[in-house]
């Protein structure tokens, strides 16, 4: 979008922040590049050229063409090269260069100097591992349900489980040896026989010993904000399978369902949202949410006027809220996707969301999809 001299002083007026920076004209390529990175490889942001750290007016200096410059440090000094738009105001007697970069589509980004960072409040800063991780994971680069779950072995796995499941393909697992071959194969385990993310979610007999907020809260308010008086309450762990068809349970336990009496059959008094809805967001959050980030479990909050899904980690880098809408796939976690798949949780990858978005609209209502923070969620009205 073009600025205007308003623009640029509601700008400065906020201050350096997550989505703004000032830089003298006397800058460094290299440093420019700092900015630019972690702006791709955040939510995007706004360098204002020729402004101090104090949102003082400097100008820029008249010895180079600022655009050319600015085009030569995105293709040259950020890896892979970044998209950014370049137009200079004037303003108090002289220009301020504004260099708009977007989140990037390509993440994870470096500079030329091979840093990799990301934007934390007005700062820039190197990618801790778990951001670098995260980064990875949305560009489809690192798959986490891949890797191994330190210090476990067949014995962390549901032999029982397992036979049923590989019974509907004729397989036989009584060979203890073939066994572990067969599910080094299929990502159950690692082939130095540990079990996988995946094999642990949805084969381990207690899976939230060794991933400790792999679970769901269920929290069920009287009122509508979280510090309204708290009515039920329920962690409920165990495999993924498990968790959809608990929640499902305690969710429906929980909605309120008035009926009367109509020529001797009981009819219900509001038109409520069909069990599918519900069994699909809890399956795309356990089956999408980011398990790298150990500290956040899914939540499902019942409010008064609204039900809420939330679930760890953000959108892989090309998809955005409106694809989730027509359809658009994606798998952070493609085989525990595999898994739900052959265990009938998935009818088609990329057909769930919009399907919510369908009943939710025939009943006259509005579900809102939308990403904060590190989390996604879908508010469902009620």
Not at 32 to 54: I, P, Q, R, W
Not at 172 to 187: G, H, K, Q, V, Y
Not at 326 to 353: C, H, Q, T, W
Request: glycine share 6%; with cysteine.
């Amino acid at each position: 979008m073009p600025y205007n001299q308003d623009d640029i002083r509601q700008l400065i007026q906020q201050g350096e922040n997550h989505a703004v920076e000032f830089k003298l004209s006397q800058v460094h390529a290299d440093s420019l590049a700092k900015e630019m990175t972690a702006f791709a490889n955040s939510y995007g942001g706004v360098v204002l050229l020729g402004v101090d750290d104090k949102g003082n007016i400097q100008g820029l200096s008249k010895d180079r063409d600022w655009e050319e410059w600015v085009a030569n440090i995105s293709r040259n000094n950020v890896i892979p090269p970044i998209m950014s738009a370049y137009q200079e105001v004037d303003i108090d007697d002289g220009k301020v260069g504004v260099i708009t970069v977007e989140k990037g589509l390509e993440r994870p980004y470096q500079t030329s100097r091979s840093l990799f960072l990301v934007r934390v409040g007005s700062t820039s800063r190197t990618a801790t591992q778990g951001e670098l991780m995260r980064l990875f994971q949305q560009a489809g680069l690192f798959h986490f349900d891949l890797t191994a779950v330190q210090n476990t072995g067949l014995k962390e796995l549901n032999l029982t489980k397992i036979a049923d499941y590989f019974q509907r393909w004729d397989v036989d697992i009584t060979d203890e040896e073939d066994l572990e071959t067969l599910l080094a194969n299929t990502d159950i385990l690692t082939h130095d026989g540990q079990v996988t993310v995946a094999g642990l979610l949805l084969f381990g007999l207690q899976p939230q010993r060794f991933l400790h907020n792999s679970s769901i809260i269920f929290a069920h308010y009287l009122g509508k904000k979280a510090d309204s008086e708290l009515l039920d309450r329920q962690v409920i762990e165990g495999t993924l399978d498990y968790q959809v068809d608990a929640c499902l349970t305690v969710i429906k336990h929980n909605l309120k369902n008035p009926s009367v009496i109509i020529e001797g059959k009981r009819e219900s008094t509001i038109v409520q949202y069909l069990d599918k809805v519900f069994r699909e967001l809890l399956v795309n959050a356990c089956v999408h949410r980011n398990y790298a980030i150990s500290g956040s479990r899914i939540r499902i909050l019942q409010f008064n006027d609204r039900l809420e899904f939330i679930s760890p980690g953000r959108l892989p880098n090309t998809v955005t809220i409106e694809k989730l809408r027509s359809g658009v796939s994606y798998a952070v976690n493609p085989v525990i996707v595999k898994f739900m798949e052959n265990l009938r949780y998935i009818d088609k990858l990329g057909r769930g969301l919009p399907m919510v978005y369908r009943e939710t609209v025939q009943l006259g209502r509005q579900p809102i999809f939308e990403e904060f923070g590190e989390e996604f969620r879908v508010t469902l009205p009620l």
